[in-house]
């Protein structure tokens, strides 16, 4: 984890920050051009998803129908390739009419914040009611993983910047375990493989969490970000949660 500052908060509230390294996101093309997208990384998932034949092989179907899929939800590419964006939002897309469907996340009276680190999803829930999302996240990458457990939002800083990347921005911070915070993250959302621990957002996600959420809040994480080895100690605290 790496260092941070806002203006105006005293050295004694310095914490630690998620590295930043945008990325431009590929231009939409326009209405009826050819679809000519290469095969994606997550094409059988795609296809699974949109009724296509499952074989991975890109095809000009395929194609269109990734690349309505795209504009249909706003994903930052549009043009039928199947990348991690496309798959996430997939994911997203599947787990919006009952996220908790597993019941991982605790059900409580008051406003709960979910992170899903094995899906990578979070949204915001009272009691069975869905308040926000679900909506993709990345969550710190390995030997960085971001904290399983129960926490609380102690510090919110909606102009964050970080001392140790060139003040790279981390608009919306919400603090929520030591240096790890909810924030937004310009650029593309997945560049580096994972954060530094922090739960990144887009910046319209992260701009509406700020909205919902206030100090005291509570934040409970769970799983393992693919591609991240399980270190976590911490058991599965779902049904003892206050």
């Known amino acids: 984890m790496n260092p941070v500052r806002s203006a105006g908060v ?9 590295a930043f390294a ?3 996101a ?29 074989d991975g092989r890109q095809s000009e179907a395929d194609c269109q129908a990734v690349r309505a899929f795209q504009t249909e939800h706003g994903t930052p590419r549009r043009d039928g390739y199947a990348d991690l964006a496309t798959y996430r939002t997939m994911v997203a897309v599947e787990a919006a009419p009952d996220p908790n469907a597993e019941g991982r996340c605790p059900v409580r009276t008051y406003r709960v914040t979910c992170v899903d680190m ?3 999803l979070l949204w915001v829930q009272t009691g069975d009611a869905v308040d926000f999302g679900p909506v993709p996240i990345r969550t710190g ?28 921005p981390m608009p919306y911070a919400q603090f929520f375990d030591g240096g790890q915070a909810l924030h937004g993250r310009p650029g593309d959302l997945y560049d580096g493989g994972g954060s530094a621990g922090c739960v990144n957002l887009s910046l319209d996600d992260a701009s509406a969490l700020w909205d919902l959420l206030d100090v005291d809040d509570s934040v409970y994480v769970w799983g393992v970000k693919p591609g991240t080895a399980d270190r976590s100690a911490a058991p ?7």
């Open 22 to 24: 945008p990325a431009p």
């Open 118 to 120: 094995d899906r990578q």
């Open 26 to 54: 590929a231009a939409a093309p326009a209405g009826d051009t050819p679809c000519t997208a290469a095969t994606g990384p997550y094409q059988r998932q795609m296809e699974s998803h949109l009724g296509l034949t499952v």
């Open 10 to 18: 005293p050295a004694a509230l310095a914490v630690l920050v998620c």
């Open 236 to 242: 599965d605290r779902a049904a003892t949660a206050d």
């Open 141 to 168: 990458r390995d030997a960085q993983e971001t904290r399983p457990g129960m926490h609380e939002i102690y510090w919110r800083s909606r102009d964050h910047v970080s001392t140790l990347y060139d003040d790279a």
